[in-house]
């Protein structure tokens, strides 16, 4: 039974969040996501507790759970049953990202390497990783026990030239006895937080390693029989071109880690926040409000909430685009279009990478500290997830790192400016030297946008100039990357992709049918947009979009108005993203808003334990007072 | 030997650290550290390696620990030997905070609170609790395992009436067989992330308990023989103001954790960018540089250095001004300006334990990123840190809570702009209207103060504007209290503190002798200023203190500026900051410099394990395999 306290923040809402769910999330997906959830919760080896597990127990667990969902048959070749790989990803994800990366990276990531710069002779390997008789990895994140084969790139050197990078697939262990093959050492990389220490990342060394020529993953290059190296790509900048499809494949994910760390975060705290009570108007326990009555507390938490929506949103239908982009990939064209589109994709892959983990991560510390010191138990689950969700800031890339790779495009393009034409149209906006601010319309988040519009062109402009600047002064291109960077390019970057985000939500919402659950959608993003925006409030007063003090001050109103008109809504918000209590598994966070209760029955598990030591303790007080009296 | 690349960077300096350091910190506190390091080195139960202890591992050497500092009696009262006592407490908080915490909330917190609110009565207890015979705890932090004794707050009901919070020192367990006495309850709250799964808070249950009247904690108030309540408070603020000092203690130390975060984060970090090199001008590894050359690398580090430097200086300052405070309470001193001095500390420890923890957490998760994935692994210890130093923002009151406190002051005297004299003359600019900006000075100390002045000037009038407005819109006081914070009250208690830092480092650096010491301490200054200042921008414009793109471009433009100047400088900043590597215990920060050889030790250690699920997973590949076939 749920406590009234929640119940009745519940039924302030105006709108239904099943309703609201299916229009975000599609019925297909919460179905199957409810059916994956349903298989678990069945089966023993995914039930679990709040002890904290050793290296060892950990990675045995993780073992057996992918053993599990492997003899379940779930997990499909994406592109052939994509609505089930989406729910599967999804709810293991949330569940536990150790369990899924270990089958992800196995399966599709690593699998998909070999499948597609392989050739006819690597069809045996691909046919056994996809069923699972063997283990593939990858150098950087070797799976230091399992791995039977792994992906390597290395420079490829034939009668002794260089050749570049080439990838390679190398057997490395016996699949029957897990010897490693002469030549070869593999190790662990020792312990590492949260949910990674159940990942067996490890280092590998190759010494005088044999390995036979259909190692090297052939497809469009090769070695004849006769010891040529012969490649059908006529440049490298075409090369590049496909293997930039792939690199958003991970980012794609990686966002969504983002959307989920900011689903928990405000799930556990908002829940939280209900339950928990703190002073009121009136002396008296019985007078305390619950703290998410405070604005502070709103102002702290309902951003990540609307976060966790919106960029839900955004990534689907950023998978959308990068789907019909992949299918034209896949098909084998090869238009001057297509390398565009391959080029948007990852300029904004590598823009809402970054932007999606720094807001996941940052909700998971604002959660833990809004929760107090409750939070901080292990038990609340924030602590885990954050460790969980901190190296997605670094996958792939650090995120300051493949910023680069946004503001790079974006400055590519500064020459075609008032003809930018690109498949998504992420970019069309810089056509046109946008107008400064002049008054407020009465839909903030064309407010925004314009504002976004503004700071995205100014800051091409000024990065480009800086640029131009540095390079006339005589610096090499290295020198001038790395000094356009800060205060420039990095906002440069997160402006085009926050601009492209909120305008896809933003396009989503027009679509939605059912006005109730619309007319919340658009207060959740209203309060997305220009919590996004504020951030930049000073870039926009040094790019002149506005000036007199304000301008800002509105923009914080509104921001707070934005806040406040979530309120109500919140908790069926909170119900429409959470995951279930299974997944969620936090005492702090549970849908029955009874944390208090949650919190001791987890308590009471350790009354009056004795550990060894308290005989040495007690020992110890006897000589001190002894020795006290002599 | 150390590597030739962080020699080459610590030859760029322009001073001798070991000079810097004795000038922040004092010869004798330098010496007195590496006595207590030197003492640790030589005993086994300190060392340690980066293996992730148990729960019960964990506690069972936190006891140890704790038990060969007693024997070694190192730790005394603080007033009768301040130095020491600082050189202790700071070697123990940085080689384990966990085990500090559990020397010091036994022996000095809680002992602190028994011996001030206690009378004769509790002499003997006090002995024993400095002796070392009892282990005395609090409710909130109750040590689960080890407390005979605890502190207890609770409500005062004689003959029907409610007499308020009072404090009680209650006998909780038998100190020979460590049996809980009959009607109370204790267990454990679980786990809980870093260094904290050592100490043992746990939970208590009282269930008609009764305890002797020798409980009460009866310094000012007493129960008669009759059982009549007394007092000799005057009032109940003149109660409070003995007790708002005692506050104080925590959050002075709680300063100083955000300090040795910072200090952590950029010693780790900024070895750590020396050893590790990527990309270059040319193509090659052998081209490649240090990552610490990348001007968005020291962007992003040595703003955390600087804060190492100048929160030690300002804690140091404090810590005097706070010494002599206390000693005038101990003294008995009942006059008006004590109670303002007792205000005045209030108000400004209040904001800076927000300021400085805050900063500290933030420093180890920039750290972290900035050290890419090998900042992730346990032994970069950057990790753990950051879990150790997570509550820091929630102890004592959640930092925007105590926040609270020094806007409330600073409200309060917003009658007496004009005259506001206060014992620390924190609050006396306030008294000024001060002017807008007009031009840069040649010192960016200055022009920051400046700011900061008219900041917190504004802030102040503004919120108290706010204030009266909902006041007379017929809100009550909770509701005015509550709904002033959000870019109002939060901001005028930073810009308070911010304010008061700087001006305090400033005027320690007007007494520093030598003249390269002096030099480079004014150029961290410079970027610690701009770089807390370039935090308040939007609000600066809102306020009105500048308007037009150019101040703020300008503000920029010196603090890239103030980072540059820090590069050569920076290593030897590091060396005159950095813990003992014995204290440090970092693979990626040891002092020479050679991180890559540091980590493959460690992962050489983790070489062909075999796990025992390997042969099941062995096993289930051949299942697979032979399933295919068929």
Redesign the interface.
Known sequence: MSAPLIDKYRKMATFDWRKLKAAVEGEEHVRLKAEVVAKMKSEPIFHRD???L???EH??VV??RW?KI?EWGLFKDPYSDLENFHALTETLEAYDQGTSARLFLHGNVFGAAVKSMGTERHKELV??IE?????ISIRDSAH???A?HVVVYAQLHVDGKNEGLHGFVIQVRC????Q?LPGI?????????GC??GVEN??MEFKNHRAPLSALLNKGCDITPDGKYVTSFKSASEKQSVSLGTLSVGRLGIIAKGMMACTFASTIAIRYSVARRQ???EKGVENEVPVL????QQ??LFPYLSAAICIRIFQKTFVERFTEYMMRVMMGEKSEELSEFSKEVHALSSGAKPVATWLG?ESL?EA???C??H?????SRL??LR?DN??S??FEG???MILQQTSNILLGKVRSLGSIDTPMSTMSFLNKNPSKFSSWSSNPVDDVLSAYRYLAYHLLQMTASDANKLKNSGK????VR??I???RA?NLSIAYTEHTMIDWVQKFLEDVEDSTVKNVLQKVLNLFSLFLL?RH???L????YA???KF??EL?EKL?LAVAEIKPESMALVDSIAPDDFILHSALGASDGRAYDHIME?????????????C???Q???K??QH?KL
Chains 1, 2 share one sequence.
């Not at 069923?131 to 283990?135: A, D």
């Not at 699949?175 to 897990?178: A, C, E, G, V, Y």
């Not at 009555?293 to 502070?296: A, K, V």
């Not at 007063?541 to 002149?544: A, E, H, L, R, S």
């Open positions: 709040y002890r904290v050793s290296r060892e990675r045995e073992h057996q053993k492997v046919e056994k069923n699972n008789e063997v283990c230091s026990h399992s039977t699949p029957r006895s897990f490693t050492t593999i190790g662990d990389m020792g312990s590492k937080p990674w220490q490890g280092w002073f009121g108007p009555e405070y604005p502070l102002y702290r991560v510390g833990r500290k809004a107090g010191g939070g901080f138990l292990h038990m602590n885990t460790d901190d190296p800031q670094t650090e995120n300051f090499n291109a290295f020198e790395n000094e960077q800060v205060h990095v504020e409030l000073a870039t007063y040094i790019t002149g000036s007199g003090g800002g001050e914080r707070r987890e308590f009471r598990k350790y009354t009056n334990e004795q550990p060894r030591w308290v040495d303790l007690a110890f007080l006897q001190r007072s006290a």
